[in-house]
Structure formats: structure tokens, C-alpha cells
């Protein structure tokens, strides 16, 4: 076993399968759980294997497709500012905040 920066590191022999195996104790240390993507990096004589943070959140596929229908309008230039927008608005805020005058009983 070899020590570096603290990490145990091991050294095995390839077998004449296709396939290696990363260790259970080596997978636990770099804490990479069943489940998890692993990305690796290959270059001469070394392979580095880097866990993936899985995304926080998965939009449905009808987000997707929402997504995708307003980034086509956006191509083809059907927007609306944020200026545009916030004018709109506050133009709709004045005119509902007109109140009829109340009546007073006797």
C-alpha cells in the first residue's frame, strides 16, 4: 500500500478479464456510493476517475419542452423585455386601483 496526502492507495495486477475493479475501501475513501456517475480522464499510462455531482434538480419533460419552445421564440426574436414587461404591469396596477367612491347609510 502506498500513503499519499493521507489517502491509502493500492496496487493490484490486471487480469485477463476486460474489466477493472476499483475497491470497495478505495470507493468509500474517495466517497463514491452505488449510484453515483464517475467521469475518467485518460492519459499516457494513467486513468483518473472523478466523481460527477448529480444535478440538485431534473426539470420534467414537459419543462424540457417548455424550455425549448421559448428558447425558439427567442431565435426568432418573440420577446418581451424586462422594461416591457415591468411597464405592463405596473400600467395594469394603476388602472385596477381605481375605487368607486362608498356609500354612507343613514
Known amino acids: 500500500m502506498v500513503t499519499t ?4 492507495g493500492m496496487t493490484t ?3 485477463s478479464r ?3 475493479v476499483v475497491p470497495a475501501s478505495v470507493q468509500r475513501q474517495a466517497g463514491i456510493k452505488q449510484g453515483d456517475r464517475v467521469n475518467f480522464k485518460v492519459s499516457h499510462r494513467s486513468i483518473t476517475i472523478t466523481a460527477v455531482p ?3 434538480y431534473m426539470p420534467t419533460k414537459a419543462e424540457l419542452a417548455a424550455i425549448r419552445k421559448g428558447e425558439a421564440e427567442i431565435a426568432r426574436g418573440e420577446f418581451v423585455t424586462l422594461r416591457e414587461l415591468l411597464h405592463d404591469r405596473d400600467r395594469r396596477r394603476r388602472k385596477g386601483g381605481t375605487k368607486a367612491a362608498r356609500k354612507v347609510s343613514s
Open 5 to 8: 496526502f493521507g489517502f491509502v
Open 13 to 15: 495486477t490486471v487480469k
Open 18 to 20: 476486460a474489466e477493472l
Open 54 to 56: 448529480s444535478p440538485t
